[in-house]
């Protein structure tokens, strides 16, 4: 190469590094924050749309709310939920967690 390019290369960007050294630097960035967060995430999530997915009825249930009571009707979308007395339909999506019998939540 001719040295007047490499003098005019290096005056034109003093201290910085080429453009494909940051996108360099970027990449395992992404990596490490799709391995870390995203990925651990969608994990739980699809662990928790199975339990909700497989309510069945007789199952004791925690919903949005915070309202615990024992399931007496599942639908498709929509599930009974008895709160000792009353009854409450609730939206299946709304289940927080699956209660084990004469246990308490898992996160507890």
Known sequence: M???LLLA???????AAPAWTQLLMFVPLLAIFYFLIIRPQQRQM????????AVK??????TGGGLVGKV?????AYVEIDLGGAKVRAVKAT??????????????
């Open 46 to 53: 699809k662990a928790h749309k199975a339990k909700i997915d």
């Open 72 to 76: 007496t009707k599942v639908d498709d």
């Open 95 to 108: 289940l927080s967690d699956v209660i084990q019998p004469g246990g308490a939540p898992a996160n507890d």
């Open 57 to 62: 009825r007789g199952d004791q249930v925690i």
């Open 9 to 15: 290369l290096a005056a034109a960007a003093p201290g």
């Open 2 to 4: 001719d040295s007047t």
